[in-house]
């Protein structure tokens, strides 16, 4: 008995010196990331772009940025908690979010400046600027995303949330807010520096989309992972409605200008367009086939939830349900713009069937999956609710 007593309690003091060592490198870890953004930012800020600099200054930005996400990239993926967060842990949260916002105000800023520059520069130049802006903003883009999802799973795992709940929940919202602007930034961004170049409209049009397929496979990753109980099943499903209704703003603001923008132009249509578009649209499917889990995962533990749990978890069901349809009948409606303003159809006539052929199936996968879960959820309220 004293040999089990002792092995037990030298067992919880090395579970318990892990533990602390564990948070202790969290800390450095997310103070780390704040100091070394921190000077990419100001250097974002005081950069202005002239004839003379537009290039080395953009890339030598875009080379830290990179540097900075593969660092980001190494911590998520060795985050394993439980944790016992600090106010210190959320504040540094709370600043890469803010710098994040700031510096994709700063690229918009710049955007504008190399707008000015349009008749003055070396076409060459100018061209070679105008790609490293959009680069520069995909990879600003990424980066927000990767901070965003490091956050959600950080606040995950911590494990005194009943102490820390009101500077959680602040931590969340301020997380998606910023998020928020940040994107509407990026796409911003990105659709003056097509508007600048109809030469360059495929290179624009593909970082455009190629943000919402990210974001879509982030938020079908995320969504995939989620595994509902009777005690989380609110709280999980009003995290990945806040998570979707960022991505529909974003599609929406795609669609709302590409449907501007096709009255004005055309465009050339290549096999990287294809490519995203079909991505998108199967990330799409994904997202049904989540929708289903968890409609399938609400259903069986309607019996063993409380009455306010069951209601807000059915009340995002629904929310979840028409936001991803929207999505995806605007993801639709593009793909038929995008092709209809082609100039080259003749050229990528048998892509463009193929590309339209798996989207037609993407989507009515979608849409299956969507009225399924509706059902589902509707079924779950006639059930369970009073």
Not at 87 to 104: E, F, H, I, P, V
């Amino acid at each position: 008995m004293l040999r089990k007593f002792l092995l037990g309690s030298v067992s919880s003091v090395l579970l318990s010196t892990l533990a602390v060592q564990a948070h202790a490198a969290l800390t450095d870890d997310l103070s780390g990331l704040v100091t070394q953004l921190t000077p990419i930012s100001t250097q974002l800020s005081q950069t202005s772009v002239t004839n003379a600099n537009t290039c080395s200054s953009l890339g030598s930005l875009n080379t830290s940025i990179e540097t900075y996400i593969a660092q980001l990239n190494t911590i998520y993926a060795k985050l394993a908690g439980p944790y016992t967060m600090t106010t210190t842990d959320y504040n540094s949260l709370d600043q890469l979010s803010n710098l994040s916002k700031d510096m994709a105000a700063q690229v918009l800023r710049i955007a504008l400046e190399m707008h000015a520059l349009q008749t003055t520069v070396d076409i060459v130049d100018y061209r070679d600027g105008l790609t490293a802006m959009l680069r520069l903003s995909d990879d600003i883009g990424k980066m927000a995303d990767r901070i965003l999802q490091m956050a959600d799973r950080i606040l995950t795992m911590a494990n005194n949330i009943g102490k820390m709940a009101d500077r959680i929940l602040y931590t969340q919202q301020l997380q998606n807010a910023n998020v928020k602007l940040t994107q509407a930034s990026m796409l911003q961004t990105q659709q003056n520096m097509i508007a600048m170049s109809s030469s360059l409209s495929t290179i624009g049009s593909n970082l455009t989309l190629g943000l919402i397929l990210t974001d879509t496979q982030n938020l079908s990753t995320q969504m995939a992972a989620v595994k509902l109980t009777n005690t989380n099943a609110a709280s999980e499903l009003a995290r990945i409605n806040n998570l979707t209704a960022v991505l529909l703003d974003e599609t929406m603001a795609s669609y709302t200008w590409l449907m501007v923008n096709s009255k004005q132009s055309s465009r050339y249509i290549n096999g990287d367009n294809l490519t995203i578009l079909i991505d998108i649209s199967s990330a799409h499917a994904a997202l049904g086939r989540s929708l289903e889990a968890y409609a399938t995962a609400i259903n069986q533990i309607g019996p063993l939830t409380s009455t306010p749990i069951l209601s807000d978890a059915t009340k995002s069901m629904l929310a979840l349900t028409a936001d991803i349809g929207e999505m995806s009948g605007r993801i639709m409606e593009m793909v038929d713009k995008i092709v209809v303003m082609a100039d080259n159809i003749g050229v990528m006539a048998g892509r463009i069937t193929e590309t339209q052929n798996l989207q037609q199936t993407n989507i009515e996968m979608t849409q299956s999956s969507i009225v399924t879960s509706q059902n589902m959820t509707i079924n779950a309220i006639k059930t369970y609710l009073p």
